[in-house]
């Protein structure tokens, strides 16, 4: 009767996704999870699951399995999901990196500092 597709998408719309999601996000401080990986700092909404639905649908809910990602690291996952307006996406991005995005790199005078 319904696809797999139908399941999915159901899913997105029930309250144990959305109080999962809301967890994941409190738990990893809207941060990116891959950007932290990188040293940067980039506030995201966008809640993964690191082991696809499809490939194992009891992770579902599983926080041990769900990581915030922004946007460019979500369409680097999904290249499938990135279509649709190509110039306005870049355009987000751009002002996405700008704003709220930070790179920490080291202080070159950090061994002339005395504790």
Request: aromatic residues 12%.
């Amino acid at each position: 009767m319904f696809g797999k597709t139908d399941r999915y998408i159901k899913f997105y719309h029930t309250k144990a996704w959305h109080d999962a999601r809301m967890l994941t996000l409190i738990r990893q401080h809207y941060l990116c999870q891959d950007c932290l990986r990188e040293g940067k700092i980039t506030v995201a909404k966008t809640v993964h699951h690191i082991v696809p639905l499809k490939d194992d649908w009891s992770k579902r809910l599983d926080q041990d399995n769900l990581e915030v990602i922004c946007l460019e690291h979500h369409n680097q996952e999904h290249p499938e999901k990135s279509s649709g307006n190509k110039k306005y996406f870049k355009h987000e991005v751009a002002v996405k990196k700008r704003s709220d995005v930070f790179k920490f790199s080291s202080n070159k005078d950090d061994d002339k500092l005395f504790w």
